[in-house]
């Protein structure tokens, strides 16, 4: 049996529009032919083209996916993770990526979801490593600047790709523990080209930016003040790959196939790096000196309720939520 992976197409991480990019028929990404989906053992994958998709190409490649019953994957991209988390609801989709924020809000909604595995995250250790080398976050502000740490903030204006999603959140998280009020930020919405100008021109005064372009900040000679992933989670699962609740009910065995491979895969490319930043390089579009220079994705092999309770827990302190989203071990796959 040949697993046979399809990508539809590569997502812009900083992507607002709404539903999936692509439906219907299957189109390779080498050869853009149309080709018909696969019946039994099919597994359907809403991603939003980042780096940490590399594991599903490890897990094609090393066979996993076969090796767990998965004759084919099918790689859809979703314009961002609300729309994943729609899609999963509704069946169009069987599992898709979302970040532990929209995740977190689905669940408040009253959206059932189960996590099916980690996407990618922080190793046990990370708060005692470089966390510039884990966090492919980053708040800069220009060279010469009179912000020192997270605290300065106060009063400032600090640009976001969207308001109270996971880059707001896990910012006033570090101001919060470096004792400032987040509350007083002025946030503003941009995206990433324009925050680097707008930083430049003294616009604003400090940009929230995303991998590559934590990269582009550094070369244009700002100042890196804080890694806010590292701070917000500290350790374990950061992304997820979730599907709807009644889909897993009605077919088990498929998730817990696709979760099998993919622990697999998580494994492998931890161990073998370079080869994981290749295809990072090719989902990303970004060039692969660059995806070298950046953080390194680190993908946990376990998916702890403690861990993604700690984010739950910081979301309804922070004032992001009313309340905890109702999370138990129920709710993620092979939790023991």
């Not at 989670?233 to 790959?241: N, Q, T, Y």
């Not at 790096?273 to 994705?297: C, F, S």
């Amino acid at each position: 049996m040949n697993t046979r992976r399809t990508f539809l197409s590569v997502a812009a991480v900083t992507s607002l529009g709404l539903g999936l990019v692509a439906c219907g028929g299957s189109t390779t990404a080498e050869s853009g032919q149309t080709q018909s989906g696969s019946s039994g053992g099919t597994v359907t994958v809403g991603a939003l083209g980042l780096a940490s998709d590399a594991s599903l190409r490890l897990a094609e490649e090393q066979g996993y996916l076969e090796e767990a019953g998965i004759n084919s994957i099918e790689v859809k991209t979703v314009a961002n993770p609300p729309a994943a988390i729609a899609a999963v609801q509704s069946g169009d989709i069987d599992v898709a990526y979302t970040p532990s924020v929209p995740f977190f809000n689905a669940l408040n909604q009253g959206i059932d979801l189960t996590v099916v595995a980690a996407a990618d995250g922080y190793p046990d250790d990370a708060l005692e490593m470089d966390a510039a080398e884990l966090d492919d976050t980053g708040v800069y502000v220009a060279a010469g600047s009179d912000i020192s740490s997270p605290a300065d903030l106060e009063g400032r204006k600090v640009s976001v790709p969207a308001r109270k999603a996971q880059m707001e959140v896990t910012i006033s998280e570090t101001i919060r523990q470096d004792g400032g009020d987040p509350s007083k930020v002025q946030w503003m919405v941009l995206d990433p080209a324009s925050a680097l100008d707008s930083l430049k021109n003294g616009r604003i005064d400090a940009a929230a930016l995303v991998s590559p372009f934590t990269e582009q900040a550094g070369a244009q000679g700002n100042t890196l003040l804080s890694s806010p992933g590292v701070a917000f989670f500290e350790k374990g699962a950061v992304g997820l790959w979730v599907a709807g609740t009644d889909q897993v009910e009605q077919d088990p065995a498929k998730y817990e196939a696709f979760r099998e491979a993919m622990v697999k895969a998580f494994e492998y490319g931890n161990e073998n790096t370079e080869e994981a930043q290749k295809h990072a390089a090719e989902i990303t579009g970004v060039d692969l000196e660059t995806i070298r220079q950046g953080a390194t994705t680190y993908w946990p092999l376990e998916t702890r309720l403690e861990d993604i309770n700690r984010a739950n827990e910081k979301m309804t302190e922070l004032g992001y939520q009313p309340q905890n989203a109702p999370l138990t071990e129920d709710s993620i796959l092979g939790a023991e």
